[in-house]
């Protein structure tokens, strides 16, 4: 587990500095240039900045130069991102081929804005409480269902001792109320027992026999560590997709794995950003709105595609609806391995 968390947190803080940082040296020139050789590399300055590195030839050592590079920071991400997110809302296809073909400067980095969005979609959720497991406050739930299960059985058999009642209608009365002594039972049992019960079948997989036993002795624990691996080895996303996405174009010399690649972390993190609306959406009480959301994708998909690999309809259809189909196994695919990772 320690080598799995060791090379989750190298590659994790290699793609916050290059995100944070994707070029040395933004300061502002403040006219105090002495330095003759870059402070970064040792090379020659012939002007305000390192033709080797990219670093400021100046570098501020000072309160006031830290929260000036600060404000200035704060600023081009600001600026950049209301330029990213319309065009990646409604038009995600054309800022893809543009940030391909080398328009940069006008838009977040696919990494920036992927680390961004993954860090605003955990902040939210957890914010909300979607991703708080608490057995105690399941079975509360549980013991509310149990009550109305409870009502609701009295009214049956109330009903049932109803003078004149068909014969037909009196055993469809019969059938309900054994449903709903089952259901009863099955509450009563979840209400006082472990929240996962019942032994476990004989051809079940090996690795998912620890999983289910760590489960029954302390789900809230089981379910820390798997969103601790989920946000951690969330860049393994992109790996696990990339190749699905390739599968759609195998003999197109015109788009290699990079443009895939870039593809995929937009995609990836316009994704997210729905799952930020979601929750805000049902914790603000609208969840009809929110499982509207639901139905996104598959139209950004189509569009994402047709844009960035300039598809006619059919083809950018046809795609479409393979790559839902990818995207739900990439998914499972990482559902899995997060789940391996945070329960070993």
């Not at 149990?146 to 001792?161: C, F, G, I, V």
């Not at 026999?209 to 029954?216: I, S």
């Not at 059919?314 to 990772?341: E, H, N, P, Q």
Request: proline share 5%; aromatic share 12%; glycine share 8%.
């Amino acid at each position: 587990m320690g080598e799995f968390e060791a090379i989750g947190d190298a590659v994790t803080g290699g793609m916050l500095a290059r995100a944070v940082e994707p070029e040395a040296g933004e300061a502002v020139d403040d006219g105090h240039t002495h330095e003759k050789n870059c402070l970064n590399c040792g090379t020659k300055l012939v002007g305000p900045y390192c033709a080797a590195c990219g670093q400021k030839s100046h570098v501020h050592r000072s309160l006031r130069g830290f929260l000036f590079d600060f404000v200035q920071g704060l600023y081009n991400f600001e600026g950049k991102i209301w330029r990213t997110l319309p065009m990646l809302a409604w038009h995600p296809g054309e800022m893809t081929r543009r940030y391909i073909a080398g328009e940069r400067a006008r838009f977040i980095s696919p990494v920036a804005l992927y680390l961004f969005t993954v860090f605003a979609m955990f902040a939210v959720l957890n914010f909300t409480g979607a991703l708080n497991a608490d057995p105690e406050a399941f079975k509360v739930d549980m013991q509310e269902e149990l009550a109305a299960d409870q009502q609701a059985l009295a009214k049956l058999e109330a009903k049932r001792k109803e003078v004149g009642i068909a014969k037909g209608a009196l055993e469809e009365i019969d059938r309900k109320i054994a449903r709903r002594k089952r259901d009863i039972a099955e509450g009563q049992q979840a209400v006082t027992g472990p929240i996962i019960q019942g032994e476990l079948d004989p051809d079940t997989p090996g690795w998912v026999r620890p999983l289910v036993e760590q489960a029954k002795e302390d789900p809230a624990l089981v379910s820390l560590k798997i969103q601790e691996a989920a946000s951690k080895y969330s860049w393994l996303l992109i790996p696990i997709s990339v190749p699905f996405l390739w599968l759609l174009f195998p003999l197109r010399r015109k788009h290699n794995l990079y443009d895939h690649t870039v593809f995929v972390t937009y995609s990836l993190s316009f994704m997210m950003m729905l799952v930020v609306a979601a929750g805000i959406l049902v914790a603000a009480g609208w969840t009809a709105l929110a499982a509207f959301l639901f139905f996104v994708p598959p139209f950004h998909m189509y569009r994402h595609l047709k844009g960035a690999y300039e598809l006619g309809r059919f083809s950018a259809i046809m795609r479409t609806i393979a790559l839902v189909s990818f995207s739900f196994a990439a998914a499972g695919i990482f559902l899995a391995a997060t789940v391996a990772i945070g329960t070993m």
